[in-house]
């Protein structure tokens, strides 16, 4: 269905796409609807284009797969409309057989789409307990939304692609306010060392830390115990849940240093977050997608499991 190693099948709904930053600059999916353009797959090039014949694909699939949304373009590109942003979404919650893996460089985009989806669903399933008799607020209609509200879709991952500190900077934050099952990062190409335990960012008063691997702990709700006394415990907030480390490919490749993706991966290991070391790029010869190969550190390709903070 697909060489991308940490995927079953793609499923691209929108082709085409705009660059935002150094990470886009030898892009692979240009570069192939550049070879193919004015065929039925790229009728305008990379210009970005919705398929509504592919729009409804999940449902055809019945094998369970993880699939890759959008591996030649970005869902949340400014000239998708959010139309076609719900039926996708839509199409993905409707399909819990399969696992969808969203990845994004519009992060903004995609933490007020997911923001608002979300505080709709709350909404409608608080709207139940209004409703006047106890058969309308007890039916499986009002249980199904009041279930749905509670945490987002399991089988929808989002991720956000970040090539070096100064995009995981501005990317991660926004990806760990969106609500998620699980949240990853796609580091390919790494273009430079990243810093995964998150910066220390000058604040007013004392310093703010951010934790993006292991959580920022804070008060949890009100809790009363057995004498009636009211206390809060304390909660671990949104992390990140999966890391994919990869170099760049093609003939203008820019070169990864391996301590680059060793930091990341041991970063990851230490916190208990999946890591999954995709390929070297290019410039490290034949080794570069043969696991086998790749120096001790590097040999590691795990997934997430279904995050428990959402």
Request: proline letters at 7%; glycine letters at 6%.
């Amino acid at each position: 269905m697909t060489t991308i190693e940490w995927t079953d099948r793609t499923w691209n709904p929108i082709t085409g796409c705009t660059k935002v930053s150094p990470g886009c600059d030898n892009c692979y999916a240009e570069n192939i609807a550049r070879r193919f353009n004015g065929s039925k797959a790229f009728p305008n090039g990379f210009d970005v284009t919705v398929h509504e014949d592919r729009l409804n694909q999940p449902f055809r699939w019945k094998k369970p797969s993880r699939v890759f949304v959008n591996s030649m373009s970005d869902l949340f590109h400014d000239s998708v409309s959010d139309l076609v942003l719900t039926h996708v979404f839509d199409a993905m919650e409707a399909n819990p057989q399969h696992t969808f893996q969203v990845l994004t460089k519009r992060h903004a985009r995609m933490r007020s789409f997911v923001q608002q989806r979300e505080q709709q669903r709350a909404e409608y399933a608080a709207k139940f307990d209004d409703c006047p008799t106890e058969a309308m607020r007890n039916s499986p209609a009002a249980k199904h939304a009041r279930a749905r509200a509670a945490k987002p879709p399991a089988n929808i991952w989002l991720g956000v692609s970040v090539e070096n500190q100064r995009w995981a900077d501005i990317r991660i934050p926004a990806l760990l306010e969106t609500p998620a099952a699980v949240r990853f990062l796609s580091c390919e190409p790494l273009l430079g060392p990243i810093d995964l335990c998150g910066p220390i960012v000058p604040g007013r008063g004392r310093p703010k830390l951010t934790y993006w691997l292991d959580g920022r702990p804070g008060w949890g709700p009100d809790q009363t115990d057995d004498r009636g006394r009211v206390f809060q415990q304390i909660e671990v907030g949104p992390r990140i849940d999966w890391v994919i480390v990869g170099g760049e490919s093609g003939a203008k490749a820019r070169e990864m240093d391996l301590a680059w993706a060793t930091q990341i991966a041991e970063q990851c290991q230490h916190s208990g977050v999946a890591v999954f070391v995709k390929q070297l790029g290019i410039r490290w010869g034949k080794q570069h997608k043969d696991i086998d190969q790749f120096p001790e550190a590097l040999r590691v390709r795990e997934y997430p499991q279904e995050a428990a903070h959402a």
